[in-house]
């Protein structure tokens, strides 16, 4: 079977993703995958990138690269370094894809997408009204807490760090507070955004009472987790144990992916 490709997609290009650590990422492989089963002659390797070579990484990252993912600790570093940023990115203030079109680099965050798609499409829930504890208020958390807040869901922002939730509440207009201060929140939807509970700390949860505060609050939410390595963290596997429908991290993977995908080759994610 041919693909009739858009102008250029003939020419081999080259895509990566920077972060720092790189290794443990599946965006190699899912991308390789997609551009195989496309017929594209791309590839797609990862780079890891210390914060002190970023801007010498960025100098040569023009003339090598046709597009990139970025991830931790890069999303609002890279800012600099870019020509345009579509205005999701520019309202979040943190990008994860970049286009290369013809020499101008213009940062997306399609982080937005991936979370919206996994919790209305996979958790199949309307979000306009529904009240969302978000966990953490880091990079993950501005683009989700952005995504929610222009879906019209009444956002809450718990983090360990009071100041960085106060922080984020003020510039997205949402409620916020001390993670300690959980079983104060009932909530429709709960969404870990921190890292606790990521490979290889599998026994960290944010919450380490939860059962007992839904229990409490005899409310059964609909809880998600940005982590999908492992799938189950201990956070969902706690939710189900409580009787709550959960949504594993790789769905919101998936989700952004397919957007960095469209956005570089035009064409719709295998
Ligand atoms: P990202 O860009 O992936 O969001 P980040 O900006 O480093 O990463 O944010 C990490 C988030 O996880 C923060 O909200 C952080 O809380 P603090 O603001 O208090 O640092 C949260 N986090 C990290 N480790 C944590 C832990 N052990 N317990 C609770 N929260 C933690």
């Known amino acids: 079977m041919s693909h009739s490709l858009p102008r250029g997609l003939g020419v081999p290009r080259l895509y990566c993703v920077i ?10 492989k899912l991308h390789n995958e997609a551009f195989r089963k496309r017929r594209l002659p791309f590839c797609y390797e990862a780079v890891d990138v210390s914060p002190r070579n970023l801007g010498h990484f960025m100098k040569e990252f023009r003339q090598k690269y046709a597009g990139a993912n970025v991830t931790i600790p890069h999303k609002e570093a890279v800012i600099k370094y870019l020509d345009r940023l579509s205005p999701e990115a520019e309202s979040i203030g943190a990008v994860n894809t970049i286009v290369n079109k013809n020499g101008v680099l213009i940062g997306h965050n ?4 991936g979370a919206l798609y996994a919790l209305q499409k996979i958790g199949r829930i309307r979000l306009k009204g529904k009240r969302v504890v978000v966990l953490g208020a880091g990079g993950a958390s501005r683009a989700i807490v952005y995504g929610l807040t222009k879906a019209g869901a ?8 009071l100041s960085n939730s106060k922080k984020l509440g003020h510039v997205f207009g949402a409620e916020y507070g001390p993670i300690a201060d959980f079983q104060n929140h009932a909530c429709d939807i709960l969404i870990n955004t921190t890292s606790v509970g990521m490979w290889p700390e599998v026994k960290g949860t944010p919450l380490s009472r939860l059962q007992s505060v839904l229990n409490m609050q005899g409310k059964k939410p609909l809880v998600a987790d940005i982590i999908y390595r492992p799938r189950m963290t201990k956070l969902l596997r706690d ?3 409580a009787g709550c429908k959960v949504v594993t991290g790789d769905h919101m993977f998936r989700a952004q992916a397919a957007k960095s995908f469209e956005l570089w080759t035009g064409l719709s994610f295998p």
């Open 154 to 161: 009444k956002v809450v922002i718990l983090n360990r760090t």
């Open 19 to 28: 972060g720092h650590p790189v290794a443990h990422s599946l965006s190699p």
């Open 239 to 241: 939710a189900k144990k």
């Open 110 to 113: 399609t982080d937005v997408y």
